[in-house]
């Protein structure tokens, strides 16, 4: 059973870091995409980042272009997502996310399995 854990949100001053972290379990990884998502209240969730678990594909949405990064350490199974130059729009649950698939995709559909979500939170 596929299992993702997020870790490492919390309440940062604009302009500040933080780095997300995503443990993945249950099965072998080296095929799937790992995706960032996140969601503010009373907003759809929006595509952040994404890469091919081996790191050689990596995606943005525009809005992260330049600030996030989007990381995988295959040794510990876990991706990361390290958050530069925060802005008070960026706060939301951010969710990590894993999909079987070839290309990368930013729907949330193109995803079967999630994680619980790690609130982020930033303050101007």
């Known amino acids: 059973q596929v299992q993702l854990v997020e870790s490492g949100g919390g309440l940062v001053q604009a302009g500040g870091s933080l780095r997300l972290s995503c443990l993945a379990s249950?099965?072998?990884?080296?095929?799937?995409?790992m995706g960032w998502f996140r969601q503010a209240p009373g907003k759809e969730r929006e595509f952040v980042a994404a890469?091919?678990?081996?790191?050689?594909?990596?995606y943005y949405a525009d809005f992260v272009k330049g600030r996030f990064i989007i990381s995988s350490d295959n040794a510990k199974n876990t991706v990361y997502l390290q958050m530069n130059s925060l802005k008070p729009e960026d706060t939301a649950v951010y969710y990590c996310?894993?999909?079987?698939?070839?290309?990368?995709?930013?729907?949330?559909?193109?995803?079967?399995?999630w994680g619980q979500g790690t609130q982020v939170t930033v303050s101007s």
């Open positions: 996310a894993a999909g079987p698939r070839l290309r990368i995709g930013v729907r949330p559909s193109d995803y079967p399995y």
């Open positions: 249950g099965r072998t990884f080296s095929s799937y995409v």
């Open positions: 890469t091919r678990w081996s790191g050689a594909i990596t």
